[in-house]
């Protein structure tokens, strides 16, 4: 089983920023994709951005698109999100997820059920 701890959230006013970081332990990944999921109080959970293991790929929901950045380092298995020009809506529990099936060369999913590990979660809280 893969290990993935979120760290990095926090309190901020709108307009900051904030970098998520996401390190996984246990065995050295080598699945498809990894990503970022969020879920606001009264909300489903929801896609925000991910990144293709192999070919280095993104995908970010509409909603993030332009402001928030996923990157990762493969050596250390961690995955950031760099989210700039934060709002109140953006206020949510994020969770970092793994999609461990074999890898590809640029897919990343937007669905949940995709992704098979999952971390415990770092709240982000932006005030208006």
């Known amino acids: 089983q893969v290990q993935l701890v979120e760290s990095g959230g926090g309190l901020v006013q709108a307009g900051d920023s904030l970098r998520l970081s996401c390190a996984a332990s246990g065995r050295t990944f080598s699945g498809n994709a990894m990503g970022w999921f969020r879920q606001a109080p009264g909300k489903e959970r929801e896609f925000v951005a991910g990144i293709n293991w192999s070919g280095g790929s993104t995908v970010y929901a509409d909603s993030v698109k332009g402001r928030f950045t996923i990157s990762k380092e493969s050596a250390k298995t961690t995955v950031y999100l760099q989210m700039n020009s934060l709002k109140p809506e953006d206020t949510a529990v994020y969770y970092c997820?793994?999609?461990?099936?074999?890898?590809?060369?640029?897919?990343?999913?937007?669905?949940?059920?995709?992704?098979?590990?999952w971390g415990q979660g770092t709240q982000v809280t932006v005030s208006s």
């Open positions: 997820a793994a999609d461990s099936s074999p890898p590809g060369t640029w897919y990343v999913s937007r669905r949940s059920a995709t992704y098979d590990y």
